[in-house]
C-alpha cells in the first residue's frame, strides 16, 4: 500500500498556512493552487499576479482543491522521484537535509512576520484591542498611533505575503522531496487517489 504525506498537515506545522474548523483558509488555498500549478508548468510564480488572485479571494470546495493539489503533487512526486533516480546517494542526503534547515528558517522568520501581521491587522479591526494596548502603553495620542499602524500596514502586508508565497513555494519542493523519500510514489499511478 502507498506511503500518505499529508501536505497540509505539514505545511500548517511549518506555519505557512491556516486552518479552521478543520478547513483550509480561502487564500491559502488559492496561494498553493498557484504554487503548485506553477511548478507543474515550470514557470516562476508572478507574485503581483498571485497577491490580486489573493485578494480577490473566491471559494474553492474542499474536494475541488484537494483533487487539483494532490493530483499536482502527484506529478511534480512522479517527476521527482525520476530526477533522483533509484535511491538516494550520500550527495542528495545531505542536499536534502540543507533543504529541510532552510525551509524551517524560513518558517521562523516567517512566524515573526506573521505576528506582526496579526498584531497590526488585529488593532487596526478590533477597538477595544487598540484601546487595552494604549492604555498599557501609556500612549498619549491614540490618533496619531492609529495613523501610523494603517500607514504600516501596506509595507508589513506586502512583506508578509511575500515571506509567505516565498515559503510555501520552497515548502512544496520540500514536501515533494520528503514524499519521494517515505515511498509516497513508490506504487504505479493507478494509486494515486491513496495519496489523498
Known amino acids: 500500500m502507498q506511503k500518505k ?6 505545511l500548517q506545522k511549518l506555519g505557512f498556512v491556516s486552518v479552521v474548523q478543520g478547513e483550509l483558509d480561502e487564500k491559502d488555498k488559492i496561494l498553493l493552487l498557484h504554487i503548485i500549478n506553477a511548478k507543474l508548468k515550470n514557470q516562476k510564480i508572478d507574485k503581483d499576479k498571485l497577491l490580486k488572485a489573493i ?5 474553492v470546495s474542499n474536494d475541488d482543491f484537494e483533487t487539483a493539489f494532490y493530483d499536482a503533487y502527484n506529478t511534480l512526486g ?6 533522483l533516480g533509484e535511491g ?11 533543504f529541510q534547515d532552510v525551509v524551517y528558517k524560513r518558517s521562523k522568520t516567517f512566524s515573526l512576520k506573521k505576528q506582526e501581521y496579526d498584531v497590526i491587522c488585529t488593532w487596526l479591526t478590533d477597538e477595544a484591542s487598540f484601546d487595552a494596548f494604549c492604555q498599557n502603553a501609556n500612549v498619549a495620542n491614540k490618533e496619531a498611533l492609529k495613523k501610523g499602524l494603517e500607514n504600516k500596514f501596506g509595507i508589513v502586508e506586502k512583506e508578509y505575503y511575500n515571506m509567505k508565497i516565498d515559503g510555501c513555494n520552497e515548502a512544496v519542493d520540500y514536501l515533494v522531496w520528503m514524499g519521494v523519500r517515505v515511498g509516497c510514489f513508490d506504487e504505479s499511478k493507478s494509486q494515486e487517489g491513496i495519496n489523498r
Open 5 to 10: 504525506l499529508d501536505c497540509i498537515a505539514e
Open 55 to 59: 485578494k480577490q479571494a473566491e471559494s
Open 78 to 83: 512522479e517527476r521527482k522521484k525520476q530526477e
Open 88 to 98: 538516494e546517494k550520500l550527495g542528495l542526503s545531505r542536499s536534502f537535509e540543507s
